[in-house]
């Protein structure tokens, strides 16, 4: 099959969160299973231009209806981690892909309604006929309303697309000058509530609503919160859509590059270990000490890394570490948000714990140290308020990084609570608590943290059993492919 992935993330080059993990993730497990994959991206100013190979400009004259006019954009084409990926770049005064940062400005649903454009002219005019293009979040929910309204009646109507959704949060709700932008014009036909209108703003269209309506198939991240989505306001006013569009909906848990983040081969930590070598693994624990200026004692570190936003359950992520503190672990973060209040908040956090030599606050993006933190730590805290997957889960598991985390979305799926969790004794892999308040995180951090005193053969168990646990891409590649085996055209 031949699968053309449209993104606004892609790790490692263009990385805020996960999105850009699953994108890379997923198209590689697809080209080892032999399918030919294709990446298109914007050419942002602010990506890790040294994580691509071979950059080079391929057309500077794709140009681009807009507006009734036309922008001309240049294409380039480059192999990210041996990913071929294209970038567009559009030459405007909008300067949309030309800020500093990949996301938080007022005219975002713009930006990407001119990307979901730019990708679909791009398709059109370079020949690129994939049996499905699959689009990933509000992003691009546009390019299967643009497909199915417009280039399905210009030779494309043999493209199907499977539109995953990382985020419900985040939908693109904006108002009718996209439509006017991309050429979709008829604002009566689209605000309409079976199109894009807004389900519950009357005066907006909303661009995830409409890569669900007109996508062949909508999947989320993971099968239990394809049920929160419908069932619960967890679905942001979408529950209703995807109810009308439920036999098109689906959940697919999100799998983990396990080649890209393997403690047996990882570039970014000192000492390498896996499941029957354990021992391996408190070098790095050292090395994170070191690196963050925390004391050598004979204490657990509990860790949180992700972005710091509300979903990430900060009131709870503050409350963890001033109880590790308590229970005598040290604590590490490292974590930013577009959110300032938040951002700031924890800046705050950072002075007033400066001299405190059992922690430590990194306040900013760090891909390596990432890496030393999931493999240098023995507990990492997810106490998310909604989470449709969750990767840091998985990725502490893979390093020996017990996970602490709330029950929902994703978390239900891959976390097995030690004490608690009706599974056998081997794929009980962590620690579970439900209500997103301070007692709930108290009772698991606790349980945790007397675990590593009292027990330390029994935590070590639990360390192999979370080691153990299989979340690489092949089980979820597969769904995948069945998901696009059944929508293409034959
Ligand atoms: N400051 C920082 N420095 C270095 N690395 C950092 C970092 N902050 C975050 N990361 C990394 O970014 C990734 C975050 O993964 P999450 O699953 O938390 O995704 P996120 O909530 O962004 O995305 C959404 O999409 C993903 C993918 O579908 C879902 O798993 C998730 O539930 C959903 O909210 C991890 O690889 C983590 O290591």
Redesign the pocket.
Same mark, same amino acid.
């Given at each position: 099959m031949f699968i053309v992935m449209v993104s606004s993330e892609l790790a490692p080059v263009a990385?805020?969160?996960?999105?850009a993990?699953?994108v890379f993730g997923l198209s590689r497990e697809l080209e080892i299973r032999g399918h030919a994959v294709e990446i298109v991206l914007p050419k942002y100013d602010c990506m890790w231009y040294d994580e691509i190979w071979g950059l080079h400009k391929i057309a500077d004259n794709l140009s681009v209806p807009w507006h009734g006019s036309s922008v001309n954009c240049s294409v380039w084409f480059g192999f990210v981690h041996g990913r071929k990926c294209f970038f567009i770049e559009p030459h405007s005064q909008d300067n949309f892909f030309q800020r500093g940062s990949f996301y938080g400005f007022h005219d975002d649903p713009m930006r990407f309604a001119f990307f979901s454009k730019a990708t679909m002219e791009f398709m059109l005019k370079f020949d690129k006929r994939p049996d499905i293009i699959h689009c990933h979040d509000w992003q691009t929910g546009l390019v299967p309303v643009l497909l199915y309204e417009i280039y399905a009646r210009l030779g494309m109507d043999r493209q199907r697309v499977v539109y995953t959704i990382?985020?419900f949060k985040h939908q693109g709700v904006t108002g009718e000058a996209v439509l006017w932008g991309t050429g979709l014009c008829r604002p009566e036909y689209f605000f309409h509530y079976d199109r894009l209108l807004d389900n519950f703003n009357h005066t907006a269209i909303n661009l995830m609503k409409g890569g669900i309506v007109y996508s062949n198939y909508v999947v989320t991240?993971s099968p239990h919160h394809s049920w929160e989505a419908r069932f619960t306001d967890q679905g942001y006013g979408l529950g209703q859509t995807l109810a009308i569009h439920h036999y098109k909906f689906g959940g697919i848990l999100?799998g983990v590059d396990y080649d890209l983040w393997n403690p047996e081969t990882d570039r970014f930590i000192p000492s390498h270990f896996n499941v029957w070598n354990v021992e391996g693994k408190y070098a790095n624990k050292d090395a994170l000490r070191e690196r963050l200026w925390l004391r050598k004692e004979f204490k657990p570190i509990v860790a949180y890394?992700?972005?710091l936003d509300a979903?990430k359950g900060v009131h709870l992520i503050q409350h963890a570490l001033f109880h590790a503190l308590e229970k005598g672990a040290q604590f590490v973060l490292?974590? &930013?948000g577009g959110d300032r209040g938040i951002n700031n908040h924890f800046w705050h956090l950072k002075h007033y714990l400066n001299e405190n030599a059992d922690c430590h606050l990194e306040i900013?993006?760090?891909?390596q140290l990432?890496h030393l933190i999931y493999a240098g730590s023995d507990l990492m805290i997810v106490p998310s308020l909604f989470?449709?997957?969750?990767? &840091?889960q998985m990725?502490a598991m893979r390093y020996g990084s017990v996970p602490v985390v709330r029950a929902v979305?994703?978390l239900v799926d891959t976390v097995f609570d030690r004490d608690h969790s009706d599974k056998p004794p081997e794929l009980r892999c962590g620690y579970v608590f439900h209500d997103a308040d301070f007692p709930a995180i108290e009772s698991a951090l606790s349980r945790s943290i007397g675990l590593w005193y009292n027990y330390p053969k029994e935590f070590r168990r639990l360390v192999t059993n979370a080691m153990a646990m299989d979340y690489s891409w092949a089980q979820s590649g597969t769904h995948y492919l069945n998901v696009y085996e059944q929508v293409r055209c034959k």
């Open positions: 990385k805020v969160g996960g999105l993990d699953v990382h985020n991240v999100n890394v992700g972005r979903q490292l974590g &930013t900013g993006f760090n891909e990432a989470e449709p997957c969750g990767l &840091t990725l979305g994703g």
